[in-house]
């Protein structure tokens, strides 16, 4: 098994370290081109263009777009068809992360000046959002969800829920979530023709205020290029874990977690620091006995082999501080005496403290949302949530006498910009 290899000590860490660490999120011309093709089609011709894209690239003929409708129906018995276990898991992992989500929840507020003047905010639930979720070579009902669930908790009037489902297979998974997580409409289309059916509308696919979820380069792309119609979440990249370890977490425990972000995807990451050299090598040699029992052993061992790292530091304060310079996606803080080293942890999109907190734990029930900020953005950008799924207007109640007070100032302003309309709007309400 290959994998990167540092000492902080040795010359040129610096620079290879970042050079490793380094995600090229660049645009590839090719793709945008291809996306922009579709989208232009979606917005023009609407369901026929749907009708005609997911015949070429799912594979699935339908008569109309309505027969790609899943009907809430098919959902709620696609979730009494599942195994117990099953069943049993969505709903505790949906309570949990209603529960968690419900403590985000964002009230209005007002503060009335000396003079009478009111000011404050109005906070609003969007009145429609869509909800991407990959299909094909996976199933994921952990991201219907963590995206439906904070969308519901804030109160949004429609979710409209995409899938693909490519050859007609539809994951029953996948239904069961939706019907767990009050999804309104599921249409089984995917690619960046569902992002333009979402964000322009069809006259069978309502269009929608946001569009949240993860998918391929050519869904991120769509993403990207209709953000200004609609709002998004993020323009996410691969899966990161970056692991601080002191040496008194099981070996073969760190190995595994290493290992769970590295089958995601051939450009994830995985990265563990420590000062304690022979820990790194019970590490090491953990994860080649753990292996060769992975179904997905191809896809991690060339994550590892491209961009995993076994690093050791002079100490823990070094370990957080390059730690914060990463800013990853998960990062865990697998010490015996956490919290002190908590408080120095100031970029990571979700960080999982003490031994027993696996990250995978966060991907699926611990309560907290999945969808979390890669490639540095965890430096200015925050997980999904209840927030974004609302927004805030702000209320302007003046007195008479406040307009007294803020007439003048409004005006002096207003001559200094050179905008004389504003200055006397503003002086007009000023008692003479």
């Given at each position: 098994?290959?994998?990167?290899?540092?000492?902080?000590?040795?010359?040129?860490?610096?620079?290879?370290?970042?050079?490793?660490?380094?995600?090229?999120?660049?645009?590839d011309a090719t793709v945008e081109a291809a996306v922009r093709t579709i989208l232009q089609e979606v917005r023009l011709?609407?369901?026929?263009?749907?009708?005609?894209?997911?015949?070429?690239?799912?594979?699935?003929?339908?008569?109309?777009?309505?027969?790609?409708?899943?009907?809430?129906?098919?959902?709620?018995?696609?979730?009494?068809?599942?195994?117990?276990?099953?069943?049993?898991?969505?709903?505790?992992?949906?309570?949990?992360?209603?529960?968690?989500?419900?403590?985000?929840?964002?009230?209005?507020?007002?503060?009335?000046?000396?003079?009478?003047?009111?000011?404050?905010?109005?906070?609003?639930?969007?009145?429609?959002?869509?909800?991407?979720?990959?299909?094909?070579?996976?199933?994921?009902?952990?991201?219907?969800?963590?995206?439906?669930?904070?969308?519901?908790?804030?109160?949004?009037?429609?979710?409209?829920?995409?899938?693909?489902?490519?050859?007609?297979?539809?994951?029953?998974?996948?239904?069961?979530?939706?019907?767990?997580?009050?999804?309104?409409?599921?249409?089984?289309?995917?690619?960046?023709?569902?992002?333009?059916?979402?964000?322009?509308?069809?006259?069978?696919?309502?269009?929608?205020?946001?569009?949240?979820?993860?998918?391929?380069?050519?869904?991120?792309?769509?993403?990207?290029?209709?953000?200004?119609?609609?709002?998004?979440?993020?323009?996410?990249?691969?899966?990161?874990?970056?692991?601080?370890?002191?040496?008194?977490?099981?070996?073969?425990?760190?190995?595994?977690?290493?290992?769970?972000?590295?089958?995601?995807?051939?450009?994830?990451?995985?990265?563990?620091?420590?000062?304690?050299?022979?820990?790194?090598?019970?590490?090491?040699?953990?994860?080649?006995?753990?292996?060769?029992?992975?179904?997905?052993?191809?896809?991690?061992?060339?994550?590892?082999?491209?961009?995993?790292?076994?690093?050791?530091?002079?100490?823990?304060?070094?370990?957080?501080?390059l730690a914060n310079a990463v800013a990853p996606e998960h990062l865990e803080l697998s010490v015996a005496d956490p919290d002190p080293w908590l408080a120095k942890l100031r970029h990571a999109g979700a960080i999982f403290v003490g031994?027993?907190?696996?990250?995978?734990?966060?991907?699926?029930?611990?309560?907290?949302?999945?969808?979390?900020?890669?490639?540095?953005?965890?430096?200015?950008?925050?997980?999904?949530?209840?927030?974004?799924?609302?927004?805030?207007?702000?209320?302007?109640?003046?007195?008479?006498?406040?307009?007294?007070?803020?007439?003048?100032?409004?005006?002096?302003?207003?001559?200094?910009?050179?905008?004389?309309?504003?200055?006397?709007?503003?002086?007009?309400?000023?008692?003479?």
């Open positions: 098994m290959n994998i990167h290899r540092f000492d902080t000590r040795d010359a040129g860490f610096g620079d290879a370290f970042r050079a490793l660490t380094a995600f090229e999120n660049s645009i011709r609407g369901d026929a263009a749907v009708l005609e894209l997911t015949a070429r690239f799912d594979r699935v003929h339908a008569a109309s777009v309505d027969a790609l409708r899943i009907a809430r129906a098919d959902c709620e018995a696609a979730f009494v068809a599942l195994p117990a276990a099953q069943r049993d898991a969505l709903e505790a992992a949906a309570a949990r992360i209603r529960a968690f989500h419900a403590r985000q929840v964002q009230s209005g507020w007002t503060f009335t000046e000396a003079d009478g003047t009111v000011l404050g905010q109005q906070v609003t639930p969007l009145d429609r959002v869509g909800i991407y979720v990959p299909g094909g070579k996976a199933a994921y009902p952990s991201t219907v969800l963590m995206n439906a669930i904070p969308a519901k908790v804030a109160g949004v009037g429609e979710i409209v829920m995409v899938v693909p489902a490519p050859d007609g297979v539809r994951n029953a998974l996948v239904l069961a979530a939706a019907a767990v997580a009050g999804v309104d409409h599921v249409f089984a289309i995917g690619g960046a023709q569902a992002v333009g059916a979402l964000a322009y509308g069809t006259a069978t696919i309502p269009a929608v205020d946001k569009i949240t979820g993860p998918g391929n380069a050519y869904v991120a792309a769509a993403k990207r290029q209709v953000f200004g119609v609609v709002g998004i979440d993020m323009v996410a990249g691969p899966s990161e874990i970056l692991v601080i370890a002191d040496g008194s977490t099981p070996a073969d425990w760190i190995a595994m977690d290493l290992f769970s972000q590295a089958e995601h995807d051939e450009r994830a990451q995985s990265i563990l620091l420590c000062p304690d050299a022979a820990y790194l090598d019970a590490v090491a040699a953990a994860m080649a006995r753990l292996l060769p029992s992975m179904p997905r052993r191809a896809v991690i061992e060339r994550s590892l082999a491209d961009r995993g790292a076994l690093v050791r530091t002079r100490d823990l304060a070094e370990a957080c501080a031994r027993w907190s696996s990250e995978a734990l966060g991907d699926y029930c611990a309560g907290p949302n999945h969808v979390l900020p890669t490639a540095r953005t965890a430096r200015f950008a925050s997980p999904l949530g209840v927030h974004d799924f609302q927004k805030r207007a702000s209320l302007i109640r003046v007195s008479s006498a406040g307009a007294a007070t803020l007439g003048p100032i409004a005006g002096a302003l207003a001559d200094g910009e050179g905008l004389p309309a504003h200055a006397a709007a503003a002086r007009m309400r000023v008692p003479a």
